[in-house]
């Protein structure tokens, strides 16, 4: 079992934005939400080129912040989340993505049936601070 | 009118979040939704401080990244935000805070009305990429 992604310890990593930002300096992070559902599936990242190809092709486009590159979900996959509304905060250094899938789901990780998972499957429990898998 | 918060122009500030994570480093992004009524209302940050006063207090904590201090919404306004569930995601780099305001809004910004908004109040026209107010 990979402890960090099924386990119910809490173990989050801090380290990750500030590695993110040395290696993609201009992304702003991007909430993603299920427009039918309304759950939020995914807080991933943008630049302006994962941006404007989004738009362009009307499906939910980002930018990797692992590999630094272009992360056009479901391109090899066939797991497409069309692109239907985009909004800005106020400040202009966040948005939201309502999306709708066309098939599959957003996360890498599987729940025992198979089926693909939103990406917060696990609740902190805010008594004993233990993670609690909501979709196992 | 401020244009960056009011303006129906695009000007993402790409260039913020490298200023942030250089000024408070150990920070991870976090989806604030009203949990009544499933709205994504803000992305803010927290780092292990702002989790620990937000559990400990039930309360929506954040971590300012523009004044590098904790953020307890609504400490001076009284526009307090209970914290209800928290979700991590698989990689443990994000969180998801449902929350349920007391009183008033999120957003700093107000609408025509006086009354508070949800930070995410313009959508971008896919077409013609201009904001369009949702909540003149």
Same mark, same amino acid.
């Given at each position: 079992?990979?402890?960090?992604?099924?386990?119910?310890?809490?173990?989050?990593?801090?380290?990750?934005?500030?590695?993110?930002?040395?290696?993609?300096?201009?992304?702003?992070?991007?909430?993603?939400?299920?427009? @039918?559902?309304? *759950? /939020?599936?995914?807080?991933?990242?943008? #630049?302006? +080129?994962?941006? !404007?190809?989004?738009?362009?092709?009307?499906?939910?486009?980002?930018?990797?912040?692992?590999?630094?590159?272009?992360?056009?979900?479901?391109?090899?996959?066939?797991?497409?989340? @069309?692109?239907? *509304? /985009?909004?800005?905060?106020?400040?202009? #250094?966040? +948005?939201?993505? !309502?999306?709708?899938?066309?098939?599959?789901?957003?996360?890498?990780?599987?729940?025992?049936?198979?089926?693909?998972?939103?990406?917060?499957?696990?609740?902190?429990?805010?008594?004993?601070?233990?993670?609690?898998?909501?979709?196992?």
């Amino acid at each position: 079992m990979n402890q960090l992604e099924e386990g119910n310890k809490l173990q989050l990593d801090f380290a990750k934005l500030a590695k993110s930002v040395k290696i993609s300096p201009d992304i702003i992070p991007v909430a993603v939400q299920n427009i @039918d559902t309304k *759950e /939020v599936i995914l807080v991933a990242y943008v #630049n302006e +080129l994962a941006l !404007k190809t989004a738009v362009e092709t009307r499906t939910a486009v980002f930018w990797s912040t692992s590999r630094n590159e272009l992360w056009e979900k479901g391109k090899t996959s066939g797991e497409v989340f @069309d692109l239907v *509304e /985009v909004y800005v905060n106020c400040e202009q #250094n966040s +948005l939201l993505f !309502k999306v709708r899938p066309r098939r599959g789901g957003i996360c890498h990780t599987r729940n025992a049936q198979a089926q693909p998972r939103n990406c917060y499957y696990r609740r902190l429990n805010l008594d004993s601070s233990e993670l609690e898998n909501i979709d196992p």
